[in-house]
């Protein structure tokens, strides 16, 4: 099995930025946390971050036929992408939703998700144990 990773905007900057919300460990901590957890369940992962709501349609697009699953925090694109939702429902990868913080629990912007119409599952609110949680549940649907 070959999972794909995503992460949106901003996300590069975990650890200082509003560490309040975020958390104080790097980037590169939640990729090796990601990285150890594949590993020892001897799943293939690939884990990507990007600024650019578009890279994230190409990296979906390209998905296809190359992995089995997607993790996908589409960080601040969650709320207002529905080019996002589109490439998620045109690949039909099984792709899990995660977010760090509950954004169901933040201000109202964040309420609503365009991307969660096509995902199989979302996980929010549980930090970088969520990504976690997100391989395991891709692992039992695919
Ligand atoms: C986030 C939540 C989003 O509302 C926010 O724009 C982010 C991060 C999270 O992981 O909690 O950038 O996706």
Redesign the pocket.
Known sequence: MNILVLN????NLLGKREPE??GQESYTTLVERISDHCLRQGIGVEIRQTNHEGVLVDWIQEAAGKYDGIVL????Y??TSVALLDAVKAVGIPTVE??????DS?EDF?HVSYVRHACVAAV?GKGYAGYLEAIDLLAKEI
């Not at 949106?8 to 996300?11: F, T």
């Not at 925090?73 to 601040?76: D, E, G, V, Y």
């Not at 995660?98 to 954004?103: K, M, T």
């Open positions: 949106g905007p901003n996300l919300i975020y925090n589409p960080a601040a969650t709320h995660v977010h760090l913080s509950d954004p933040r964040r929010k």
